[in-house]
């Protein structure tokens, strides 16, 4: 009988730890194995029909996570983010090339570090917290993302441009599917019409300050010379297609 062959992997530690998951669920542990990028997932990566769909990353991860176990759609957008970095490195090394201010420089995406968060924050393991609008004193609560919300928005979104093309209504959207009740009133339509109508500009910009400052990430950025803060790496085409520009 055929040994099975075992593919090299790593473990990833997520940024969120695990602790914003249900306790039956895999990604409880705060860790994901993913195996090394190989031809297969090569294929995954230059399937037109997957381009074309939006999904080609989403297919490359799945295919490296090795639990088959983890519900995908459960993974918080940080979480995701880091396992994008994983995966880069995994399949083509840790030096990623771009240009900034006109010049090639080089990042050794081994040296990202996962944001750190206030964990005293999180209550009983739930992904849901409180927030006062500084402006109006409103009490909400709201969740992290994760990416089955992430789609829901994709395609409201898709929806919306449908009827109107000239609609762009990306950041109000993001805040009904991330706000959970508004002075205690979950109902999904009171919800949508604070939003719409009561929840101030200052407020808003206030509240998603906060939550990304609160949200565990990967903190991708470099720091130049030239810069007296942190720069975002770009995440272009040859992120993962290093040789697209060849």
Same mark, same amino acid.
């Given at each position: ?23 039956? #669920? ?6 994901? =194995? ?13 399937? %037109? ?12 991860? %799945? ?8 519900n995908y759609?459960? &993974? ?16 083509? $090394?840790?030096?990623?090339? *771009? ?6 420089? !080089? !990042? ?13 924050? @999180? ?5 849901? *917290?409180?927030? =006062? +609008? ?9 969740? &992290? ?11 409201? +979104? ?9 609609? #762009? ?5 993001? &805040? ?19 939003v719409d ?16 400052? &609160? %949200? ?13 803060? $942190?720069?975002? @790496?770009?995440i272009g ?10």
């Open positions: 009988m055929e040994q099975e062959r075992k593919f090299p992997s790593e473990v990833i530690d997520l940024p969120s730890k695990g602790l914003l998951y249900s306790a039956d #669920s895999p990604l409880k542990s705060g860790t994901i =194995e993913m195996k090394y990028m190989t031809a297969k997932e090569e294929d995954i990566l230059t399937n %037109q029909n997957y381009i074309q769909k939006g999904v080609v990353i989403d297919k490359l991860l %799945q295919s490296l996570i090795i639990d088959k176990s983890i759609s459960d &993974l918080l957008v940080g979480d995701k983010n880091a396992l994008l970095v994983a995966a880069r490195v995994l399949g083509y $090394g840790k030096d990623y090339e *771009f240009t900034y201010a006109g010049e090639k420089v !080089v !990042v050794d995406l081994t040296a990202i570090q996962n944001k750190q968060f206030d964990e005293s924050l @999180i209550k009983d393991g739930k992904n849901e *917290f409180d927030y =006062e +609008l500084p402006s109006t004193g409103t009490k909400i609560t709201f969740k &992290l993302l994760t990416h089955a919300d992430e789609q829901k928005i994709d395609q409201e +979104l898709k929806g919306l441009k449908k009827m109107n093309k000239d609609a #762009s209504p990306e950041v109000s959207t993001r &805040l009904k599917y991330m706000i959970t009740s508004v002075e205690g009133n979950g109902e999904t339509k009171d919800i949508r019409e604070f109508n009561h929840f101030l500009a200052r407020d808003s910009r206030a509240f998603r300050k906060y939550i990304a400052e &609160l %949200q565990p990430d990967v903190d991708l950025k470099f720091y130049p010379e030239d810069a007296e803060e $942190g720069v975002d @790496i770009p085409v040859n992120f993962l297609w290093p040789d697209a520009n060849l």
